[in-house]
């Protein structure tokens, strides 16, 4: 398994291109399995669990290419083929739970183990079956898989209400909408802009939505879907992230493709922390105002709120801020396993349930870490640009599973990070 070491190297200056949205691309690729016609998606970023996710395609009777070195995935599903997705593909990627509401809603049917993912709470997909069965799917639960049909051999249109805000349910039922029998009418919708994109993608591929962005999204079921051409989104998450390696190291940093609509509340704390954030003709540009950064508390909630994806990077800069800040985790419980390794960093933490208290100090040390989970890598790398001395961070195959050339894209600002690997 890799590590990478980082060395603390003081202010970090340049430019950093962001690359397409993983969470956009993972529930866009699944959209293939709802045409015989070819879905091309440009602006894919280069990670593991993309191409997990072209296995699981493939396994399924899709053919995926991969081009201009995986930024263009031009798919195409002429026929499913195989309706069963395989436990050893699906544990590796809980969005595989994405292909559910496609097959069925092309086929009828479809076999679906329960997945895996990241180890960050318990996750379950209930939301998903629920809102299946309510446009008309039959469900068992056997062996660890769900085994779907849909009653009478076609989903059918139906009003489902949320109880609680779920970004992949929101997905799969879209996906599943497009083509059911009737109006499928979704209150208290995730609002996410991976939603937005996969909306306007469905559209392009003649499908009937109104309402993405808001919490009530409508669909008209048509009958069959085309062909489409589609850019993924700017990744708002991996923007995220690299707007703190100025707010924590110092220097500025322009980070292309990034737009504020993305991080609004996230460009609010750091205004807030002493951070500036403005927008240029090409992305975001990022700089401490003054000294220090000052101690903020956050809570993670839903699109448009703090993104929950962005909880452990943001806790790494308010690990130095000037004061005692208050982290509230809403979305995942046990989401907080970056703490006890920022600690061996120096880092003064308190975690009690889903909030988390953070004394920052003067300067972090470098330390032996551990990645958890993949926003946890990140935040143990941008905590390693900060601190004094060497930091090696181990399990970084989270990292790859969510960002592209992590290393080259520091190294251009200046950052000492390198590559372990181990691997003769
Ligand atoms: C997606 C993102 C993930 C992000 C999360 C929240 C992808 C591939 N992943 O995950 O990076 O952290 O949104 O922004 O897009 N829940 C249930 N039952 C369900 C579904 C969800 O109880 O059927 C719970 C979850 O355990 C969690 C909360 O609902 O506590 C929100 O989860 P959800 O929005 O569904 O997250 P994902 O789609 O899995």
Known sequence: MDSILVKGNGALNGVIPIAGAKNACLTLMPATLLSEEPLTLTNAPRLSDIRTMTQLLESLGAEVASLQSGQVLAMSSHAISNHTADYDIVRKMRASILVLGPMLARDGHAIVSLPGGCAIGARPVDLHLQVLEAMGAELDLRDGYVHAKAIGGRLRGAVFDFPFVSVGATENALLAATLAKGTTVLNNAAREPEIVDLARCLRKMGAQIEGEGTSTLTVQGVDRLHGATHPVVTD?????????????????????????????????????????????????KVSRKNGRVKAVNVTTEPFPGFPTDLQAQMMALLCTADGTSVLEEKIFENRFMHAPELMRMGAKIDVHGGTATVTGVEKLRGAPVMATDLRASVSLILAGLAAEGETVVSRVYHLDRGYERVEEKLMACGAHIERISDRP
Do not use: N
């Open 236 to 284: 708002r998450i991996e923007l995220g992230t690299y707007m703190l390696v100025p707010a924590i190291c110092g220097g500025e940093v322009e980070c292309l493709g990034g737009t504020l609509d993305l991080v609004g509340a996230f460009a609010e704390k750091l205004d807030q922390a002493g951070v500036s954030v403005t927008e240029t003709a090409r992305g975001l």
